[in-house]
């Protein structure tokens, strides 16, 4: 049965490696990196994810700053810390968590954040250059940087390979698919359009799912020998479970772990490496900003 990609693992070593490198500018410099979070709204989700992405920052010695806006705020309000923060010297990375209120405009507010301090990568100049042959972006989306770090800490070949990826959000499917590209795999999209996903997903040496659909995947979509990234992250009722409801992914994992050749679980596979990237993100932000190798 396959190997199991342990992200977790992965995640504390990189969050060490952080954490021994703030020290060592702090002592030298005196300079502590900055992440400036910003949450509109009051979703239980949205504010697990904001503290968790707070006590991540605690440990490896980032500062952080928190601003709580309420839902029926208005743009101009969000805009206007946007600034403060761009301006602020003791922050390195500004992030806006999502989703906005359906009212707000998020194209405009996250155009609003300096892209030197983009720490989550969602800002248009980024996207775009991640598209572009040639040029690079100041900074990658999480997610899909810690996909790719998976791949790379296990060693995991892409030049020439078949990738497909399923779903095509701005924040997982879209920037991976790009990234794939970028080296050198040949890419195909799958999303809620796709005729025959299965035979689609079956050519692929390496598997990315970010649909957000529980047991999307069966064991017969994979090639035997496939790698299976899995980013979803779904709730699925659980009598058995003290909350009622456990996570899940995209994948049936048991059915994947008898074809594939490795396959990221769901808790403990992408889940911990997008903090990790985001840590990982705001100390190189800061280092950039400060003029440090
Ligand atoms: P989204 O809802 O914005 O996008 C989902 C995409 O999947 C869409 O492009 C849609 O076309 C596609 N899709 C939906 N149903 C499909 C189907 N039946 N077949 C094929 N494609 C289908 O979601 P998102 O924000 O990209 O998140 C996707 C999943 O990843 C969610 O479960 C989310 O919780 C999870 N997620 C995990 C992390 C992490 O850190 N591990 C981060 C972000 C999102």
Same mark, same amino acid.
């Given at each position: 049965?396959?190997?199991?990609?342990?992200?977790?693992?992965?995640?504390?070593?990189?969050?060490?490696?952080?954490?021994?490198?703030?020290?060592?500018?702090?002592?030298?410099?005196?300079?502590?990196?900055?992440?400036?979070?910003?949450?509109?709204?009051?979703?239980?989700?949205?504010?697990?994810?904001?503290?968790?992405?707070?006590?991540?920052?605690?440990?490896?010695?980032?500062?952080?700053?928190?601003?709580?806006?309420?839902?029926?705020? %208005?743009?101009? /309000?969000?805009?206007?810390?946007?600034? #403060? &923060?761009?301006?602020?010297? =003791?922050?390195?990375?500004?992030?806006?968590?999502?989703?906005?209120?359906?009212?707000?405009?998020?194209?405009?507010? +996250?155009?609003?954040?300096?892209? /030197?301090?983009?720490?989550?990568?969602?800002?248009?100049?980024?996207?775009?250059?991640? *598209?572009?042959?040639?040029?690079?972006? +100041? &900074?990658?989306?999480?997610?899909?940087?810690?996909?790719?770090?998976?791949?790379?800490?296990?060693? @995991? !070949?892409?030049? !020439?390979?078949?990738?497909?990826?399923?779903?095509?959000?701005?924040?997982? !499917?879209?920037?991976?698919?790009?990234?794939?590209?970028?080296?050198?795999?040949?890419?195909?999209?799958?999303?809620?359009?796709? %005729?025959?996903?299965?035979?689609?997903?079956?050519?692929?040496?390496?598997? @990315?799912?970010?649909?957000?659909?529980?047991?999307?995947?069966?064991?017969?979509?994979?090639?035997?020998?496939?790698?299976?990234?899995?980013?979803?992250?779904?709730?699925?009722?659980?009598? /058995?479970?003290?909350? !009622?409801?456990? +996570?899940?992914?995209?994948?049936?994992? #048991?059915?994947?772990?008898?074809?594939?050749? *490795?396959?990221?679980?769901?808790?403990?596979?992408?889940?911990?490496?997008?903090? =990790?990237?985001?840590?990982?993100?705001?100390?190189?932000?800061?280092?950039?900003?400060?003029?440090?190798?």
């Amino acid at each position: 049965s396959s190997k199991i990609i342990d992200g977790k693992s992965i995640a504390k070593k990189i969050r060490d490696e952080i954490a021994g490198e703030i020290v060592s500018i702090k002592d030298s410099t005196g300079i502590v990196p900055g992440l400036a979070v910003i949450l509109v709204g009051s979703r239980k989700d949205s504010q697990t994810y904001v503290r968790n992405k707070k006590k991540a920052c605690d440990a490896v010695g980032i500062a952080s700053y928190e601003v709580n806006l309420p839902e029926d705020c %208005k743009e101009e /309000e969000v805009i206007k810390h946007i600034s #403060e &923060f761009n301006s602020n010297p =003791a922050i390195h990375g500004i992030l806006v968590q999502l989703p906005l209120p359906r009212q707000m405009n998020e194209e405009k507010i +996250l155009n609003a954040v300096s892209i /030197e301090k983009d720490v989550d990568g969602f800002h248009p100049l980024n996207i775009g250059r991640l *598209a572009m042959q040639g040029r690079d972006p +100041l &900074f990658v989306p999480c997610t899909p940087k810690g996909c790719m770090e998976l791949l790379h800490q296990y060693e @995991i !070949g892409i030049k !020439g390979k078949r990738a497909v990826v399923i779903g095509r959000s701005n924040i997982v !499917g879209m920037p991976v698919a790009l990234l794939l590209q970028r080296e050198n795999a040949t890419v195909c999209m799958v999303h809620s359009y796709t %005729k025959n996903p299965a035979e689609i997903t079956s050519q692929a040496d390496i598997v @990315i799912s970010a649909a957000g659909v529980a047991n999307l995947v069966r064991g017969n979509w994979l090639k035997p020998g496939a790698v299976v990234i899995d980013v979803g992250i779904n709730p699925i009722d659980d009598p /058995e479970d003290r909350r !009622g409801y456990r +996570l899940v992914g995209d994948v049936c994992f #048991e059915e994947a772990r008898a074809v594939a050749a *490795a396959i990221t679980p769901v808790p403990g596979g992408v889940g911990p490496m997008t903090i =990790a990237m985001l840590l990982s993100n705001t100390l190189s932000s800061a280092k950039r900003i400060h003029g440090l190798s």
